[in-house]
């Protein structure tokens, strides 16, 4: 038995089928990876990538955060691919409960999925620290100051509006934690793609799975392969694609 119709073996007598994804399911719609070799974390700006993307550097230098904001992380025109098509059949079919991400580009619901977990929040809510007023990505794209900034609309306010992402120095959501787990708990099979797991908090929740069917899909080896029972190195809408629901 090869290993695609081991997946679809373990697909189709699993009943609580839970996903896990990192950056990789992405880049197939051409979202940029962040820990590749070309990847952000990889190219030059005046500050490090990790400085640029977290609170103290938002609150502190919003002018140079939104340029590479802008330039880096709001990616327009993309559209889901293979594998969060595949995922989103999957849950209309029964078979899938959850979506755990650790992506921001709001492409699992964009492609069908409902119940998504998104680890670090999306690029697709925005709100004012302020008065709270809420802001679609169509506002963050088009509306600037001349400081390249996004800022509140609300009368007498004028702050400069935050994407709702977890930026490095916050806490994951209490809530999105608490629902993850328990995704994690009940899933009789547990398939990781497009991650390599050095992300942590996010990677460390999946120790909460204790079924015995877990199986990880990246395009390279990763230190957790040994835990895996299935292990396929290829392109995760590649592989999904293949997939019957």
């Given amino acids: 038995m090869d290993k695609i119709e081991e997946l679809q073996k373990y697909v189709d007598e699993a009943k609580n089928i839970v996903f896990f994804g990192g950056a990789g399911v992405s880049t197939e719609s051409g979202i940029p990876d962040f820990r590749s070799v070309d990847g952000l974390y990889n190219q030059k700006w005046d500050y490090p990538p990790e400085e640029i ?9 919003p002018k140079e955060f939104y340029r590479f904001y802008r330039e880096k992380i709001l990616v ?13 059949e999957l849950e209309q079919k029964g078979k899938l409960s959850a979506v755990i991400t650790q992506n921001i580009d709001g492409l699992h619901q964009a492609a069908g ?6 680890l670090h929040g999306s690029t697709l809510r925005n709100h004012c620290p302020r008065c709270g007023a809420f802001y679609d990505i169509d506002y963050m794209i088009k509306h600037k100051d001349s400081h390249g900034l996004p800022i509140c609309k609300t009368s007498g306010c004028e702050t400069v509006i935050k994407p709702d992402v977890v930026l490095y120095g916050e806490n994951l959501d209490e809530d999105v934690i608490s629902k993850t787990l328990s995704a994690l708990r009940e899933a009789d099979l547990l398939i990781i793609g497009g991650t390599s797991l ?17 199986v990880l899909i990246n395009r390279d080896a990763t230190t957790s392969d040994s835990i895996a029972s299935l292990v396929i190195h ?10 019957r629901a």
């Avoid at 290829?234 to 997939?243: F, H, P, R």
Wanted: proline share 4%; aromatic share 10%; net charge positive.
């Fill in 53 to 61: 993307l977290s609170s103290t550097f938002f609150y502190s230098n």
């Fill in 234 to 243: 290829d392109s995760i809408g590649k592989v999904l694609s293949q997939i």
């Fill in 198 to 214: 050095t992300v942590y908090p996010a990677a460390g929740f999946v120790r909460a799975y204790t079924g015995d069917r877990l």
């Fill in 76 to 88: 327009e025109g993309i559209k889901p691919n293979a594998a969060h098509l595949k995922l989103a």
């Fill in 113 to 118: 999925s409902k119940n998504v977990l998104e």
